[in-house]
């Protein structure tokens, strides 16, 4: 295993605050990345997008039958709220066996452990493989569609390992095949041409209750979205989707504990409640903004109110057809839909080879039953790749990674494990 | 007329910087109402408070039947933001017949056309007048219910001169009878421990789902307040209010223009909108914050969500009963109200004598007919001295005042008419 080196690596990668959303380090991590895979002996080069460049790098074994895609991104989400973090979230810090920092497990250790993997096979690797880095996963990937378009040839693969993965509750390695979609935007309220004095808000319509209103009619207190065919187009999970469902253990209690809530929303429990984390989309509110914020009291009404949500999307929802009404549902509050963008779902079915290949090479590496997870909550544009050939996704992540939240970390003990996964299931594809 | 002591007075009084949200000029502005108030012959002194000090002063007329207590405060609004003013706001400059300064309309200029008639009539005076002048009125008035308590002796009137007033946007000078009341607070929903993932959104409860259903239920689309009693106390209007109303002008045009709408709130036009700015109470959204505000997208369940909030009461709504009527509708939505404070509304009738002495005496000075405004949109503390005597309010103010706002003004040539104004309404007040 390849313990020191994978350390090494990720720690300087982690370093790099590779934030798509704010703009930087973009270039630090391309360069890094490209060093490191010339250095395992990839033939790797950056190609220019749009946005920010993909970093592609491919490792050619004589005779092989078949080609891997390993898909990762090396942009990370931003740090807020800074104050929250025992740790500086650039400044990679281990405590209690748990090395934290923003990116280490979504996914920054995952992309660590394939390359490592890679570079202890040394010329032993079974199939040939190629990586796609991009630089746009945690803002939408919104050069990735041209992308794969463009370099259809230089992509092409038997399968595609996602980016994403770790271990579940219980610590069994998780299995998963496909993604929620997602539709990422912000809905501006139009009001007065000027913050007023609140004292005229008895006749001048606000912009801050219109978002109150138009907002309470996109879903019902218990969660149940009430924007009009906003369920349209969902497919009901099949009989193996249902066994799956049955066989992910999921502990309430402790579910409820690691979330910090004392109910789940409207009441769910038991089945409905792996099937809504599974199989069920939803609407979010992820910021809202307006007037003002600051001490005590001002007797303003605000010109405007904002709010930036995501809608998670199962199959066979499409983000645009969800898009087009909500920008219906919007538009009579004099609310404008704006930065809207996000991907389909996407899934392989969780009896595929592939799918199979990954379950077999985790039971064998970490000696216990993995858990196929035929969704997972979280999104990305697995579509593009889906499209091309069946999707899997595993990695050296934990349940309390704190994706997308301060203090992220993973175990350092996992990172061993996770690439010797990586390594067998090469073997087991080239035996396909 | 005192047109020169006056202005030298009012220019000295306005370079003094008595803010009292900044705690800035406090003592000084004592200090010269104090030797100010003893120069018209008053007997004048500073009393403490657990706050800024009260200036009282009076003077006594031998067999004079009848006592006006005189309000005002000596504090006035930040001056913020500095850069939108065209002079230094403490440096009182004139520019095409205006005297430029934080505090002349609200409320310097008043005081001193009220101590110039005191000052001007001299021996006489035709009423006994009491001076009560508070320092946080801007902040306020925390410590003026303790103050009227304990000096209820010292402050016992037939009638008080409130603080404000002036012209209207046609020129005519407005009699003021009342203020409307108002309840500030924050309302803050609780969530999970943390800031989760937004993933997790399809089976946890959102603070910030929670609070706008909380907030959609408090207020119809059409503006109609639909928390439950909030109208129960409200007093209609009766006949004199409604001719009152109805003699309110309000070019709609213009007042739509003057904030930048293209309608009123719910449609409102015609008598029913005049209605809603004079008698109707609302609730105010100030400011909505939670979860991410930062550039483009992020994936976050927040941890919170808060609304900024203000009440307009009208009699006889009372702010701790609406308080408590908000923290019941909270509640359920596990939402906490925090900092809450405010004063009730309070009001002398349009009919009282004491408001036509006010009405007679503007029509003589100004020769055109008074508006008399039965209450005021605006708040402030009137109910602490309308519980002991009928209140009225006129001044030296206009419609452009831009009171609380950058380059506050009042017209130089509006001193000596609203000096006569005070003088002719003591008269008035002696003749009762």
Redesign the interface.
């Known amino acids: 295993m390849s313990g020191g080196w994978t350390r090494g690596f990720l720690e300087t990668y982690l370093r790099i605050p590779s934030v798509?959303?704010?703009g930087t380090g973009i270039r630090e991590a391309v360069q890094l990345l490209l060093g490191t895979f010339r250095g395992v002996g990839c033939d790797a080069r950056v190609l220019e997008t749009a946005g920010n460049p993909v970093v592609l790098a491919a490792k050619k074994t004589p005779g092989a039958k078949k080609t891997l895609l390993v898909y990762n991104h090396y942009d990370v989400?931003?740090p807020?709220?800074l104050s929250?973090w025992l740790s500086p979230p650039f400044d990679p810090t281990e405590r209690d066996g748990r090395l934290f920092a923003r990116g280490t497990a979504d996914n920054k250790a995952n992309l660590a452990t394939r390359i490592a993997a890679v570079r202890a096979l040394g010329d032993r690797l079974p199939v040939n493989v190629t990586f796609i880095v991009e630089g746009e996963e945690e803002?939408?990937s919104p050069s990735l569609p041209a992308f794969v378009r463009d370099h259809a040839a230089l992509l092409a693969a038997d399968a595609c390992l996602w980016e994403s993965g770790g271990k579940d509750e219980r610590g069994a390695p998780e299995i998963t095949c496909g993604v929620?979609g997602?539709l990422?935007a912000?809905a501006v309220a139009r009001?007065?041409?000027?913050d007023?004095?609140?004292?005229?808000?008895?006749?001048?319509?606000?912009p801050?209750?219109?978002?109150?209103?138009a907002?309470?009619g996109l879903?019902a207190?218990d969660?149940t979205v009430t924007l009009p065919g906003f369920y349209d187009r969902v497919r009901r999970p099949d009989d193996a989707d249902r066994a799956a469902l049955r066989a992910i253990p999921l502990d309430e209690e402790r579910r409820r504990a690691a979330?910090?809530?004392s109910?789940?929303?409207g009441g769910?429990t038991g089945e409905a409640?792996k099937e809504?984390?599974v199989f069920?989309?939803?609407?979010?509110?992820?910021?809202?903004?307006?007037?003002?914020?600051g001490k005590?009291?001002?007797?303003?009404?605000?010109?405007s109110?904002s709010v930036?949500f995501?809608v998670?999307l199962v199959p066979d929802q499409d983000p645009d057809d969800i898009l087009a009404k909500l920008l219906a549902w919007f538009a009579p509050y004099a609310i404008d839909v704006i930065?809207a963008?996000g991907y389909p779902p996407a899934r392989t079915p969780v009896d595929d080879p592939v799918v199979r290949a990954a379950a077999d090479a985790a039971r064998e590496v970490y000696r216990r039953e993995p858990l196929v997870q035929p969704l997972?909550?979280?999104?990305g544009p697995m579509y593009l790749l889906r499209r091309l050939m069946p999707c899997v996704s595993f990695g050296a992540g934990h349940f309390g990674s704190n994706?997308?939240?301060?203090n992220e970390s993973i175990f350092l003990a996992d990172l061993d494990p996770a690439e010797a996964h990586v390594a067998l299931f090469l073997q087991k594809l080239a035996a396909l």
């Open positions: 798509s959303a704010q989400q931003p807020e709220p929250e803002v939408g929620k997602i990422h912000e009001g007065p041409a000027r007023l004095h609140s004292s005229a808000g008895v006749a001048v319509p606000s801050a209750w219109n978002l109150v209103h907002l309470a879903r207190p969660g979330w910090g809530i109910d789940f929303l769910l409640l809504a984390l069920k989309p939803t609407i979010n509110i992820n910021g809202l903004a307006g007037g003002y914020q005590g009291s001002k007797t303003v009404l605000p010109k109110a930036k995501d998670r930065d963008h997972t909550p979280t999104s994706i997308h939240a301060p």
